[in-house]
């Protein structure tokens, strides 16, 4: 496809769970962002990557979120013992490049229950 | 840390009414501005931008201008549309931020009636 894409639009967890939250980047962007909305806020940073590695992670609320991009195409997005609190949008976006335009795709509704 | 300020929604018009949607914001550095914009059930999508001070972003018949003096990205449009309808989302990229992270404000639902 032409566009940035996420798997799965809606994914609804039981507390404690472990889920993952895929994003496949347009083709041939190096820069890939992760970030969470909130019903009525607007996006929050989570983590950036440049090619294959994590160059900004800071965003991550707490160390039972992770993500990984091996291949620096495909992204991942883990979370575990899932809490009600982490019910959110979660938003993947690519950019050619860092400072070029960011793509955003259409976002994985999480929901803990 | 930098923010982003936009008005609270939300904003009901009549079609063919001015559209004024404002936004300011606090940078240490030297931010690149944009407004997004968010159709009912499609992802979020670039609207405009400005660079730098006194740029004029335009796209789709909106236009927003980059006030330094005011830390301000005002969004406006002449003669709104029903198809306009959407949460806009006003944005802030710190140049001196080598992710270059969009800091975003919390959107405002704008409502066109015909």
């Known amino acids: 496809g032409a566009g940035v894409s996420q798997t799965p639009s809606n994914k609804v967890t039981e507390k404690g769970k472990y889920v993952e939250l895929r994003c496949d980047p347009i083709?041939?962007?190096?820069?890939l962002y992760w970030y969470r909305q909130s019903l009525g806020q607007g996006p929050e940073f989570l983590i950036y990557?440049?090619?294959?590695?994590?160059?900004?992670d800071s965003g991550l609320p707490n160390d039972r979120f992770f993500a990984v991009r091996p291949e620096g195409s495909v992204s991942t997005l883990k979370i575990q013992r899932t809490e009600r609190g982490d019910s959110a949008m979660y938003l993947c976006?690519?950019?050619?490049?860092?400072?070029?335009?960011?793509?955003f795709g259409q976002g994985t509704r999480l929901t803990v229950v | 840390g930098d923010s982003v300020t936009q008005m609270e929604g939300p904003v009901t018009l009549s079609e063919e009414a001015f559209l004024t949607i404002n936004c300011t914001y606090t940078a240490t550095g030297y931010p690149s501005l944009f407004w997004y914009v968010q159709y009912p059930g499609e992802g979020l999508q670039l609207l405009l931008k400005a660079t730098k001070a006194d740029d004029k972003g335009s796209n789709k018949g909106f236009e927003a201008t980059y006030r330094k003096e005011t830390t301000s990205f005002h969004l406006e449009k002449g003669s709104v549309q029903v198809s306009d309808s959407a949460v806009y989302f006003c944005a802030l990229s710190d140049r001196s931020r080598s992710n270059y992270q969009l800091i975003w404000g919390a959107g405002t639902k704008l409502i066109i009636k015909p």
């Open positions: 083709s041939g962007h190096t820069a």
């Open positions: 976006a690519s950019s050619l490049r860092s400072n070029t335009e960011a793509f």
């Open positions: 990557f440049q090619g294959t590695g994590a160059a900004d």
